[in-house]
Structures are given as C-alpha cells and as structure tokens.
C-alpha cells in the first residue's frame, strides 16, 4: 500500500512538473465537477447520500467515501431526539445537511474557534465559538446542552487538539452513544493527500 501510494505521488509530480495536471492549492481543487456529482447521484443510494447531494446554499465539505461510514453509525438515531454535537462549522453546510438527516427532533450545535461561523447557521441548528482544545469550553456545552448521543470531531484535524476533545468530552457521551473523529491532518504520510485528486473525495458544491 505505502510503495502504490509513492508511486502515485511521484508520478502526480511528474504531470504537474510537466505541465500535464495543474497543482492543487485549495479546498477547491477536491470538489466535485459536475459530471462527477452526476455519476455520484445516479448511483447513490441511502440517505446519507440523498442529503448531501441536496446541499444548494452553503457548501458541505466531507470526504465522499466517509458517508458510507456515517450512513453504517448513525442511521439508528435518524428521525430520533437526539444531541448531536459537531466540532468544525466552517462554512455551515454540514450543520445543515446533518438537520436534513437526523431530523426536526435533533439538537444539533457545531462549535468553531472561527468567530464568523456563528454567522453560518440557521435555527434550530447552534453555533458556539471557542477552542476544541479548551476543557472548560466543551464542559460549558455539555452543561448547556447535556450529553451528547453522537459526537463528530471534524475540526482542526490536529492530533493534540483531537486528544483534547477526547478527554473532555468521552466521559459524557451517553451509554451507547458514538464518537467519531475525522482523519489527523498533521502526519506527514496525511499531508501527501492534499497533492490527490481524487474525483469521489470533496464538497459537491466546492469550497
């Protein structure tokens, strides 16, 4: 897997050295054209698929091969009272498509160290800022909010950050509940990724 994988990386240098594939330098150059989300679309079939396909306002930056994962966890709680928690808003369209999903019964709060996210959300769906690094402030959202059914740590993608939100926040996730966190950005073998152009990974709607 690792001899593929620098195998692709240096042939991927090779055409943009040589003019043949233009470099990315952005969240961008990961979105789907449209044709791709035409042939996403044509083949997609749970519901996680359909409500992100259904994202027309604010774009919702996932990585495509990571609804399947989603649709397989946390499907049981669809159309459910349920706290759902979020660390990452960036431009809102997650927050959004997850209301599409879980429904009108959901709490759904994203938090952000981004204080311009707090205007990237519409009601009911809560943005509070601060640090998913920061103990107090996550002990704050669970005192406000009580503890969450399902958490998604989408945030920095930073390893320490990550292990902060961890320890503050695993102990108060509800008996049977589920924690996901998002792939570290901050390992060398990650950072590679961000030279792919991979067709199925992105936001359908860009950054």
């Known amino acids: ?18 003019g043949i594939r233009k470099p990315i330098t952005g969240m961008a150059d ?8 035409a042939e996403l679309r044509a083949i997609s079939t749970n519901g996680i698929h359909k409500v992100f396909f259904e994202s027309r306002q604010r774009p919702v930056h996932k990585w495509f091969h990571y609804l399947d994962i989603y649709e ?5 709680y669809r159309d459910k009272p349920l706290f ?12 959004d498509m997850w209301r599409r999903y879980f429904g009108g019964s959901a709490t759904i709060v994203g938090i952000d160290i981004d204080p ?6 519409d009601p009911p769906n809560i943005v509070r800022i601060g640090s998913q690094a920061d103990p107090e402030f996550l002990r704050n959202i669970v005192d406000e909010f ?10 920095s993608h930073i ?28 390992l060398p073998k990650v950072r590679g990724m961000r030279e792919w ?8 709607f860009g950054a």
Request: proline residues 5%.
């Open 197 to 204: 152009r991979v067709p199925v990974n992105g936001s359908p």
């Open 72 to 76: 397989t966890y946390l499907a049981k």
């Open 116 to 121: 311009t996210c707090a205007t990237r959300v």
């Open 30 to 37: 990961f979105a789907l054209t449209p044709d791709e989300i």
């Open 84 to 95: 759902f928690l979020e660390i990452g808003v960036m431009d809102g369209g997650s927050l």
């Open 1 to 18: 897997m690792q001899l593929r994988h620098h195998l692709y990386r240096a042939v991927e240098r090779a055409r943009i050295a040589a």
């Open 146 to 155: 009580g503890a969450p059914d399902v958490m998604l740590d989408d945030g």
């Open 159 to 186: 390893g320490h950050h990550q292990r902060a939100s961890f320890d503050a926040l695993f102990p108060f996730l509800k008996e049977g509940g589920t924690m996901t966190t998002v792939m570290r950005f901050d």
